[in-house]
């Protein structure tokens, strides 16, 4: 959503292990709902195992920028799009 302001409304992540240290580990993030005014995802930390270390699913509203903040924030709302799928 490059040009889309989201505000949290709701969030939930739990916690299953402790992430271990000087270990690879991998994140994987889902949009699962995206509605004109609503988007929602899902996503997980795991050991490259698939050994489950954090779990998140949270609920963003979209809104315009103006009804966000004042003045002019164009310049921290920058998307620069890149090749990358995954990191």
Known sequence: ??????????ISVKFRKPVPL???????????VNKS?????????TTLDGTVLAEAEVTYLKLP???????????????????VTEI
Request: hydrophobic share 35%; net charge neutral.
């Open 1 to 10: 959503c490059p040009h889309v302001n989201l505000v949290i409304t709701n």
């Open 22 to 32: 000087n270990q690879k580990i991998k994140a994987v993030g889902r949009i699962i």
């Open 37 to 45: 005014r609503i988007f929602q995802g899902t996503g997980e930390i």
């Open 65 to 83: 920028l103006s009804k966000i903040a004042t003045g002019n924030h164009e310049d921290v709302n920058v998307y620069i799009p890149d090749d």
